[in-house]
């Protein structure tokens, strides 16, 4: 027998921190590589975020605080969700936990029985599918193609609901496609909810106020205020204000959900650490103005790789509205050989063959449950963005 728990073997290391590893590997051993796979901004943390954690240091709060928040911060949580989604919650409705990542799980440790089923649009985060298998859980995996522009369907959403289902996760704008939902679109969504009381929804907006154009965001608590009483609205302050390493994310719904989440915190890894939560205090209560120039590069980006992208034989490339990824079909590549001679059977070897002989590391699209495709993300210099789409133009044109 193993010494190692049945429960870890339902589940496979992240893929997307694995490419992230083979690419820096490979780079630390001298090979000229562009990682594409990176799931954070390339901006460093704003300096009066930095500031606030010395200061916080200076000031002696290196201490434990309380499990779920401190209740500075908690009442920032809730001004937030006020001013940015119009949702009125109590600090009593808010819990604090060491990254966005930590607060989904510990959601779903805590409300999962064997049997209970969770719908998940795919493509999905790649955490999504493990984390409820490690919490007991079946995950139901729902499609939404490039046909749809990488969103489900309301009749897809119905058809898979069961008496066993106990969550819907929802994320918009989504990684790994950038696609989000109007509010249309969700409203489409919320509806279906509502005639299924028993299911639950646990929204993921980690990519909030990463949204381009003239496109509005919107979050299913708000767009339907019947679902407030069965939903988790999880966010964080990793990807909009560049504080990834700092471990910092949150969410709101019914105060007993939030209290059970708390319970599991208390004995797994108390309170998230300190200072990044005096950070995170300053992240939303200081200066916002940087997001929008943040954004204002991230969109020209993503418009050069879009259009990139495109131009390359057998990839198509729809326009997402938000996060920094984009996810690119590449039907049109699957069957061929390649250059250097590897055949491209699926987009996993598309993935391998493209590192192997460009250069460039992307991560492919079965990893996120959606093929043939691959995700790009486009948080790294212009001038790397443009070198690497031009050897997948490359790369592309030498398939035959
Ligand atoms: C969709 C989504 N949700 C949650 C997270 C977790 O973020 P955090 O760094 O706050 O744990 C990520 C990070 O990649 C993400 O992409």
Same mark, same amino acid.
């Given at each position: 027998?193993?010494?190692?728990?049945?429960?870890?073997? +339902?589940?496979?290391?992240?893929?997307?921190?694995?490419?992230?590893?083979?690419?820096?590997?490979?780079?630390?051993?001298?090979?000229?590589?562009?990682?594409?796979?990176?799931?954070?901004?390339?901006?460093? /943390?704003?300096?009066?975020?930095?500031?606030?954690?010395?200061?916080?240091?200076?000031?002696?709060?290196?201490?434990?605080?309380?499990?779920?928040?401190?209740?500075?911060?908690?009442?920032?949580?809730?001004?937030? @969700?006020? $001013?940015?989604?119009?949702?009125?919650?109590?600090? $009593?409705?808010?819990?604090?936990?060491?990254?966005?990542?930590?607060?989904?799980?510990?959601?779903? &440790? $805590?409300?999962?029985?064997?049997?209970?089923?969770?719908i998940i649009p795919a493509p999905y985060w790649v955490s999504y599918p493990d984390m409820v298998l490690l919490a007991g859980g079946t995950p139901v995996i729902?499609?939404?193609?490039?046909?749809?522009? =990488? +969103?489900?369907?309301?009749?897809?959403?119905?058809?898979?609901?069961?008496?066993?289902?106990?969550?819907?996760?929802f994320n918009s704008p989504s990684n790994p496609t950038g696609a989000a939902y109007t509010r249309a679109q969700l409203k489409a969504l919320t509806d279906v909810? &509502?005639?299924?009381?028993?299911?639950?929804? &646990?929204?993921?907006? &980690?990519?909030?106020?990463?949204?381009?154009?003239?496109?509005? @965001?919107?979050?299913?608590?708000?767009?339907?205020?019947?679902?407030?009483?069965? /939903?988790? %609205?999880?966010n964080g302050v990793s990807k909009a204000y560049c504080m990834t390493g700092w471990r910092i994310g949150y969410a709101a719904g019914p105060a007993p959900l939030?209290?059970?989440?708390?319970?599991?915190?208390?004995?797994? %890894?108390?309170?998230?650490?300190?200072?990044?939560?005096?950070?995170?205090?300053?992240?939303?209560?200081?200066?916002?103005?940087?997001?929008?120039?943040?954004?204002?590069?991230?969109?020209?980006? +993503?418009?050069?790789?879009?259009?990139?992208?495109? $131009?390359?034989?057998?990839?198509?490339?729809?326009?997402?509205?938000?996060?920094?990824?984009?996810?690119?079909?590449?039907?049109?590549?699957?069957?061929?050989?390649?250059?250097?001679?590897?055949?491209?059977?699926?987009?996993?070897?598309?993935?391998?063959?493209?590192?192997?002989?460009?250069?460039?590391?992307?991560?492919?699209?079965?990893? @996120?449950?959606?093929?043939?495709? @691959?995700?790009?993300? =486009?948080?790294?210099?212009?001038?790397?963005?443009?070198?690497?789409?031009?050897?997948?133009?490359?790369?592309?044109?030498?398939? +035959?």
């Amino acid at each position: 027998m193993s010494f190692l728990s049945a429960t870890l073997s +339902r589940v496979k290391p992240s893929p997307t921190i694995a490419v992230t590893t083979k690419a820096r590997e490979l780079k630390a051993a001298g090979k000229d590589v562009i990682g594409l796979g990176a799931g954070e901004p390339d901006f460093d /943390t704003p300096d009066n975020i930095k500031e606030a954690a010395k200061a916080a240091i200076d000031r002696g709060e290196t201490k434990y605080t309380a499990v779920d928040g401190l209740p500075e911060l908690k009442a920032a949580i809730c001004a937030k @969700f006020k $001013a940015d989604n119009g949702l009125d919650y109590t600090p $009593a409705q808010v819990t604090v936990g060491t990254g966005g990542k930590q607060v989904l799980y510990n959601a779903l &440790m $805590a409300t999962l029985n064997p049997g209970d089923e969770v719908i998940i649009p795919a493509p999905y985060w790649v955490s999504y599918p493990d984390m409820v298998l490690l919490a007991g859980g079946t995950p139901v995996i729902v499609e939404g193609g490039p046909e749809t522009g =990488y +969103r489900i369907t309301p009749e897809a959403l119905e058809a898979a609901i069961t008496p066993k289902t106990k969550w819907f996760i929802f994320n918009s704008p989504s990684n790994p496609t950038g696609a989000a939902y109007t509010r249309a679109q969700l409203k489409a969504l919320t509806d279906v909810l &509502m005639r299924h009381p028993h299911v639950w929804v &646990m929204s993921d907006d &980690m990519y909030e106020k990463l949204v381009y154009g003239d496109y509005v @965001f919107c979050t299913p608590a708000e767009v339907e205020p019947g679902l407030y009483d069965r /939903t988790l %609205t999880c966010n964080g302050v990793s990807k909009a204000y560049c504080m990834t390493g700092w471990r910092i994310g949150y969410a709101a719904g019914p105060a007993p959900l939030i209290k059970a989440i708390g319970t599991l915190q208390s004995q797994s %890894t108390s309170n998230p650490c300190s200072i990044a939560q005096w950070a995170a205090l300053e992240a939303l209560t200081g200066p916002q103005d940087f997001i929008a120039s943040n954004n204002a590069v991230f969109q020209r980006r +993503r418009d050069m790789v879009v259009e990139m992208l495109n $131009a390359a034989e057998g990839v198509d490339c729809p326009v997402p509205e938000g996060a920094f990824y984009v996810y690119p079909s590449i039907a049109g590549c699957i069957g061929k050989t390649s250059a250097g001679g590897a055949k491209i059977a699926d987009d996993e070897a598309f993935a391998t063959a493209l590192l192997e002989e460009k250069g460039v590391a992307v991560v492919f699209g079965a990893a @996120f449950g959606l093929s043939p495709a @691959f995700r790009v993300s =486009y948080a790294t210099s212009d001038a790397a963005l443009k070198e690497a789409c031009a050897r997948i133009q490359e790369f592309c044109a030498g398939l +035959r």
